[in-house]
């Protein structure tokens, strides 16, 4: 009796929450109508409000008996998300956008729908085995050796952050001893993710100085190398396409000095690396399948949805030693060969973030990512064209990958500041200024197939007039 009245009661309350019923039917309909309609409808801009505002608009939303699905989404759709600005907007040319396939999205909510984690080949065999296919497609385009292995992260600072600590490692394990301060050598255009890096691990930055072309080459790397006889520099930090300008280091010297001073080297192509895909920006990346470790966003440049950083080791072995938790709780029940995500990067549970990749790569097909990636080069191209007719604006150097620096002669910081902030109030464009070596300027990031010249052009007409 006692124990039929307490599985009584313990039904009534997982059924508020749990259970198959017609609420979540309605959900459903609600959730599949609003994705098939923003993937078919003119995408809106938006923009940001005020915590003010939203409250004003949006009330108390954590209620003790709950809203109810129908409220709850209604809110989002009318009030929170329009107070977002879209990512895979054709005019949202800021940071860098995302633009994931229709596939990859709708893909994504199959993936949530299906409770896979992700950490170890036990409990996620399948989806892993999918994700490394898609790594070595990665691994393959850098021509990087078969005995590379990979894994899928939140994000390029993540990636950055997890490959320089198994740098560290490997190090501290070769030679022993310790340095009193570790030091990473970079170029002057670094990512910020690795200034971050250096914070956490409490390790010291070294600039290599450039040529003026704010490259780092390797005559530079090994100059500075042959100035350190301790080896307090355990990795060399290359940028596979600069995310303010899309430079692409000097990778082969590079590596080859980096090769001759036996250091690591990690390069960070965490925008740039989809156009290895490209075959008219693939020449500029010779030298990479060099590198120890290498991440690529798939978030940024490969369309997937966020968020989905591939961070690749030629050596997994170390990220292995510098990674693994062990606890008597996390003992894997498995042998060797299988490939446990978790135990190469700072993380242990983890959403299967890579399949949403891997499905719009195996729907697709390989040769469609590199029409993609070559049509937002030769979009970005364009920008050489567009501002030969328009007097009002200059490009500032040579677009970069699929970046382009925009100067409007006669206007300052503040100037530029309040155009951007007008074309977005107009829903026109969301693109900001960035510096160029001390100067404002404007930056157009294109990633997005869907962005088009006509795009572009729309862009710079507006810049014409004073803000
Ligand atoms: C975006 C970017 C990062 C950081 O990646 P997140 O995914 O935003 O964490 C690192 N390096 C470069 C070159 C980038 O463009």
Redesign the pocket.
Known sequence: MADDLQDTQQQQLELAMHGYNTGVQGLADAVTQYTVERMRGDRALGGPRSEAALTAAAGQTITETGLGAEAAFRLFKEILQPATIASDHPRHLSY?PNAPTESAVLFDLALGASAIFGGGWDEGAGAIWAENQALRWLADLAEMPAATRGIFLS????A?LSALTTARDAAARSRGARPPRWRILTGEEA?S?IDLAARVMDIDIVRAPSRGDRRLHGESVASVLRDDPEASIFAVVA?A???NAGIVDDLSSVAAAAQAHQRWLHV?A??GGAALCAPSARAQFAGIGESDSL?I?P??WLFAPY?V?ALLYRNPTLAGIAHAQHASYLEHQLDEEDWNPSDYAIHLTRRARGLPFWFSLATHGTKAYTAAVEHTLSVARHVEQLVQTRPWVQLVRPVGLSVALIRRPGWDAAAYARWSQKALEAQLAFVIPTEWQGEPVLRFCIVNPRTTVADLATILDALRSDP
């Open positions: 860098v994000g390029g600072t993540i950055n990512h993710s940028s396409g600069t995310t960070d965490a925008y991440v966003d978030h940024k968020d950083a």
